[in-house]
């Protein structure tokens, strides 16, 4: 073997994990404080948390195995898992910069912006929606001032 190669392995390798660290890892701790309000939260975060460390568990427990089948090829199922997740995401996730709890639950409930008119539609509903009281059980935040 090629002596730098080793170095580029274990170069190619942190940056793997820094960047999931920074990427997709966080997800589950960012999202949930961004889509829930403080009711929901504790539970939804539970639910995001013991669905990422089972993940973590099943990658864990079948990493040797699928090592052993695919050898070179071991992490190309990650990399389409991750394609599948990118698109999920990128589809069914809105954007929640500056918006308020109430214009996300209208943005979910109104099939996540995807009417005519995209993300601007759904704000406009989501304002409708709040100039009519707002959606049933939504609270007001003194945390974010559009929702006062």
């Not at 999931?20 to 589950?28: C, D, E, L, M, Q």
């Not at 190309?76 to 997740?85: G, N």
């Not at 979910?108 to 304002?127: C, L, M, Q």
Request: no cysteine.
């Amino acid at each position: 073997m090629i002596d730098w190669m080793s170095y580029l392995s274990v170069v190619a390798t942190l940056g793997f994990v820094v960047f999931f660290a920074v990427g997709p890892g966080s997800i589950p701790w960012m999202i949930t404080a961004e889509l829930f309000s403080q009711g929901p939260r504790p539970s939804a975060m539970a639910i995001a948390v013991l669905v990422n460390w089972m993940a973590n568990f099943v990658v864990g427990i079948g990493f040797p195995s699928m090592k052993t089948a695919l050898e070179n090829y071991t992490f190309l199922p990650f990399s389409v898992f991750l394609a599948i997740f990118w698109i999920f995401t990128y589809k069914k996730v809105p954007e929640t910069k500056n918006k308020t709890f109430e214009e996300i639950l209208a943005l979910f409930r109104h099939n996540n912006g995807s009417e005519e008119g995209g993300h601007e539609n759904s704000a406009t509903t989501a304002d409708i929606e709040l100039s009519q009281g707002g959606p049933e059980g939504a609270e007001k935040s003194s945390a974010h001032p559009k929702a006062q």
